[in-house]
């Protein structure tokens, strides 16, 4: 399987429009690629909470009729990062869109755990409730996004749910970066599942972004890793290593907690 995660740069002096066509191209150039990922809020940028109210769009609005088309056009899997999403009630949500390789939407992920404690996304984005997995023809996907890689719970029920990838889009600031890279290979080890996730470049709201997207096999080894620059990461990996791990170290059968407890354990 191939993937091509596409690490953009949020310019704050590029329109968002701009950058959703750019956004775009950048999609269409990776055809021959089975699964395309773009990072977190890369419309807006993740910190730009300023911004959030003004370029929120209903669900099927600017970004979703750009991504979709790109999907068709590249003619792949495309993880279309996330954008402000305004519901019908009003209420912001940070969410994922993914669409199939005829421009179809494919699953939705309304981000579930809130950055910024007492301020931004925390305060004014509502959380999302649901695990969301996608079934590809080669494995199945989890989704999270960013801060949901903090939470090892949510990644152990996607997993619980059939997910054999795990696919976290990010806006992740420079000067937390020992905690990205060192997150995503903890998820992948734990769960014996790939992971790929996908940070941005640039800055948002003058928040050096990381960078450093990252492909994890299931044994943790690092698979491809970026720079702090925009740039598009490709990587190609067997899905079927995440069953030939599990058979080989199988520590997901010897789970206590989190599980229906045994008869016998009191």
Not at 192 to 219: E, K, R
Request: glycine fraction near 8%.
């Amino acid at each position: 399987m191939r993937a091509s995660l596409i690490q953009i740069a949020v310019d704050p002096d590029e329109s968002v429009n701009s950058r959703r066509e750019r956004a775009a191209s950048l999609v269409v150039a990776q055809q021959g690629a089975d699964l395309v990922v773009l990072p977190e809020l890369w419309p807006v940028g993740a910190f730009a909470y300023t911004a959030f109210e003004d370029e929120a769009e209903p669900l099927n609005g600017p970004t979703h009729e750009v991504m979709a088309k790109a999907a068709a056009d590249a003619g792949v899997w495309l993880h279309a990062g996330s954008f402000v999403e305004r519901a019908d009630d009003g209420t912001l949500y940070n969410t994922t869109l993914v669409f199939t390789p005829k421009g179809e939407r494919a699953a939705t992920y309304r981000k579930i755990h809130r950055f910024g404690f007492d301020k931004g996304e925390a305060v004014m984005m509502g959380a999302g409730d649901e695990l969301v997995t996608l079934a590809l023809p080669q494995t199945t996907l989890g989704l999270a996004t960013c801060y949901d890689l903090r939470f090892p719970e949510l990644f152990r029920g996607l997993v619980d749910a059939g997910s054999e990838v795990l696919v976290v889009a990010a806006g992740w600031p420079e000067r937390r970066r020992a905690h990205w890279t060192l997150l995503a290979q903890a998820r992948a080890v734990e769960n014996q599942a790939y992971v790929l996730a996908v940070g941005s470049a640039g800055t948002h709201a003058g928040i050096q972004q990381a960078g450093h997207s990252i492909v994890v096999d299931p044994w943790g080894e690092v698979l491809a890793e970026a720079g702090a620059d925009e740039e598009v990461l490709t990587v190609e990996f067997d899905p079927a290593k995440v069953a030939t791990t599990r058979e080989q170290f199988p520590a997901l059968k010897d789970r206590r907690l989190g599980l229906a407890p045994p008869a016998n354990l009191v």
